[in-house]
């Protein structure tokens, strides 16, 4: 890769935020550098290249970086132009896209919080409602796409769907709580069954083993960690 268009994404491998942007380089063709952080000691370029937030993923493209998933997102597909698109060209679509792929992001930290068990029968009510709800967008096609992955490459919404609860079913293990009802949500489960089962997102994901591994961590030791 040259100097002149070289990347490199910083990031921590099982983070969601930074597994939506390493899919969508791969689903644009886009070759990188990537460095894993260590969170618990992050390295002087991490500080250097997100200093106000000091967190993961940071896009460095020629040497400027760039932070915060969406915002990455939307200027990988505005500087690789390259099909396919992320986006779709109409600014209408892109609106509807736009808004679906944030409520995903409140599902994302909606999901966080069942699996915290902060307030888990609020948390959980929450969470149904969301989910309900995208089932109702794509059955009205108010999603702005075609859940139908067959025959077209994937968009921000298909990353952010997977990535989200593409996992569902070792969160389901570990930690004890149902996330994902095929006869509640037959629509959003036979689009994110379809989702996994691509080559693409199959190469992302981690090895189920460490994924085990990093959850019982977490529910056994970092939110059992009482804060200050």
């Given at each position: 890769?040259g100097e ?6 910083h990031?921590m491998?099982?983070?969601p ?6 899919l969508?380089?791969k ?35 020629n040497?400027?970086p760039i ?26 679509e ?9 409520y995903?992001?409140?599902v994302?930290?909606c ?12 948390a ?5 409602e969301?989910?309900?709800a995208?089932?109702?967008g794509i059955k ?7 859940t139908n992955?067959q025959?077209?490459n ?6 952010m769907i997977v990535v989200t ?10 930690f ?15 689009w ?19 994924v085990v ?9 970092v ?6």
């Amino acid at each position: 890769m040259g100097e002149e268009n070289k990347v490199t994404l910083h990031g921590m491998w099982i983070s969601p935020y930074v597994n939506r942007v390493q899919l969508a380089l791969k689903v644009k063709g886009i070759p990188y550098e990537y460095v894993e952080e260590d969170l618990s000691n992050k390295s002087s370029l991490l500080l250097k290249y997100n200093p106000i937030h000091k967190k993961v993923p940071v896009l460095v493209h020629n040497g400027k970086p760039i932070s915060e998933s969406f915002v990455i997102l939307e200027y990988i597909d505005e500087t690789w132009k390259n099909e396919p698109r992320l986006l779709p060209e109409d600014p209408y679509e892109r609106s509807r896209v736009r808004f679906w792929a944030s409520y995903i992001q409140q599902v994302t930290e909606c999901m966080l919080k069942v699996l915290k068990g902060e307030g888990q029968d609020d948390a959980l009510e929450e969470f149904l409602e969301k989910l309900n709800a995208l089932e109702d967008g794509i059955k009205n096609s108010s999603l702005g796409m075609d859940t139908n992955i067959q025959g077209r490459n994937m968009g921000l919404l298909d990353i952010m769907i997977v990535v989200t609860l593409g996992g569902y079913k070792v969160q389901e293990q570990v930690f004890g709580v149902k996330i994902l009802d095929p006869d509640k949500t037959p629509l959003l489960c036979s689009w994110l069954t379809s989702l996994i089962e691509l080559p693409i997102v199959k190469e992302y994901a981690p090895p189920h083993d460490k994924v085990v591994s990093f959850l019982h961590f977490l529910k056994d030791v970092v939110f059992k960690t009482p804060r200050n």
